[in-house]
């Protein structure tokens, strides 16, 4: 249903603070469990204490599933394998937000291990084949590729022939599963990383859009905003697409390194590749879903975001060009347990949302658990919006309740 103007909402745009349409997926247990959560990672020094005991807890073999699985795990993880998920899956379609199921496994090096992690991802790839409940494939390269190899290639550096042999076989996972994505027609998206393995993802990202996104943009390359360099880059892929007749698909994001980028940077004295404050990567965010929505006829847009104002501001640009909002050139994607109320009142306004689903043994996804309570605590400011609005949508269940 799209989104229509009236007296409460006489913008035509959706309304985040809607409680109800957020959280209708969730039975009050549930939004319990959620309301516990984000007061915990709300709390930093409680995820810095945590973090280090899950760290030591995994270094020393001692079992932590039966407390992480009914927490922190069940709400931001679908489930261990891909058919674990499907009542996760089944649950967002009902309420018009569909999946990008994401095998979150991490800093995996031998040869065996990036073999295995691709099987995953391709199965998982595979698994989208003529479901509408998926929306898209993602990968992480380095999650196929061992690190040292990105970094050098990154770095323009000669590669000894055994390396120029492990490039070559990152070079041909990666092909694969764009191949495979074309054949099913599920558009992949290939998360952005470090910056300084970034430059090694890109020219394979370019690569494969060159030689799949013809008609229909089928791989998506990620820019990260808090970068300063990225809003030009940005652009002048926009430039390459035109002059060289491919479709650019392009998954814009903030960024997720930040700590770690500007850590590096200062250890080997170079200058950081971040914007200098918060406001400068909110304004090339803005200004990057601007030019995207200028350049429909080449860009096929993803917002891939958490951030209300940019979200209502992609809405109302979209409203501006003329462009439908069920517009399959323009996605919203959020991540599974976070922002439940931009998701689900998007989709019900009828845009095209999806969330990251991501699935695998507790083991594995833990560093990506930690990123998420990380992201959450008070320090940096999610945990007291989605608290709030829970705390709202209790209240509001129990009026009803009162008034039966
Ligand atoms: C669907 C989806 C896909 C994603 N894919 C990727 C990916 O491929 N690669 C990746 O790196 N991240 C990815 N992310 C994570 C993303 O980059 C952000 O870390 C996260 O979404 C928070 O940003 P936000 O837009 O939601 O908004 P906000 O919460 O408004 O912004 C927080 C972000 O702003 C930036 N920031 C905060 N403080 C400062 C400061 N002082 N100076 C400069 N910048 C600052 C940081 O990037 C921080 O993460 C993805 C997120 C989503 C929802």
């Known amino acids: 249903m799209p989104a229509t103007y009236s007296k409460d909402n006489p913008s035509g745009l959706p309304d985040f603070n809607n409680t109800e349409t957020a ?10 469990r959620a309301l ?15 973090k280090i005991l899950i760290q030591w807890a995994l270094a020393l073999r001692i079992p932590i599933g039966w407390a992480i699985r009914p927490t922190i795990y069940s709400h ?24 990008i199921l ?34 898209f494939g993602v990968f992480k390269v380095s999650g196929i590729a061992p690190t040292l190899i990105l970094e050098l290639v990154s770095e323009g550096k000669t590669l000894t022939s055994a390396q120029r042999e492990a490039w070559q076989r990152v070079r041909t996972r990666v092909a694969a599963l764009c191949t495979e994505a074309a054949r099913i027609k599920t558009p992949v998206f290939i998360d952005a990383e ?5 430059p090694a ?10 030689l799949h996104n013809r008609i229909q943009a089928v791989i998506f390359t990620t820019v990260q905003l808090y970068r300063h360099d990225r809003l030009a880059y940005l652009k002048a892929l926009t430039d390459k697409a035109q002059s060289s007749g491919f479709r650019l698909g392009v998954k814009l994001v903030r960024g997720a390194y930040m700590e770690k980028e500007r850590f590096r940077a200062t250890k080997i004295g170079a200058p950081s590749p971040i914007q200098p404050d918060k406001q400068a990567t909110d304004r090339d965010y803005d ?11 080449t860009v096929s847009l993803c917002a891939g975001s958490h951030n209300e104002a940019s979200s209502l501001l992609l ?67 999610q945990s007291s919006r989605e608290l709030e609005l829970i705390r709202s949508e209790f209240k509001r269940r129990s009026q009803v309740n009162r008034a039966r």
């Open 315 to 381: 809405c109302s640009k979209m409203k501006e060009a003329g462009l439908a909002v069920g517009d399959d050139r323009i996605w919203f994607a959020q991540l599974l347990g976070m922002s439940d109320p931009i998701s689900f009142n998007l989709a019900a306004a009828g845009y095209n949302v999806a969330k990251y689903v991501p699935y695998g043994p507790i083991r594995e996804t833990i560093p990506y658990l930690i990123r998420r309570a990380e992201e959450n605590t008070s320090v940096a400011g």
């Open 23 to 32: 959280y209708a997926h969730l039975s009050s247990g549930e939004l319990r």
């Open 201 to 210: 993802i890109d020219l394979l990202a370019e690569e494969q859009m060159l």
């Open 287 to 297: 200004a990057a879903l601007d030019w995207c929505v200028e350049h429909t006829d």
């Open 76 to 99: 931001f993880c679908g489930g261990e394998t891909i058919e674990g998920c499907e009542t996760q899956v089944n649950k967002l379609y009902a309420s018009g937000v569909r999946t």
């Open 102 to 135: 994401d095998y979150s496994a991490e800093g995996k090096e031998t040869e065996d291990e990036l073999e295995s992690t691709f099987d995953s991802i391709l199965e998982a790839i595979k698994a989208t084949d003529q479901d509408p409940h998926h929306a």
């Open 36 to 50: 516990v959560l984000f007061q915990t990672v709300g709390n930093a020094k409680l995820v810095g204490v945590g």
């Open 194 to 198: 470090e910056s300084w393995l970034q």
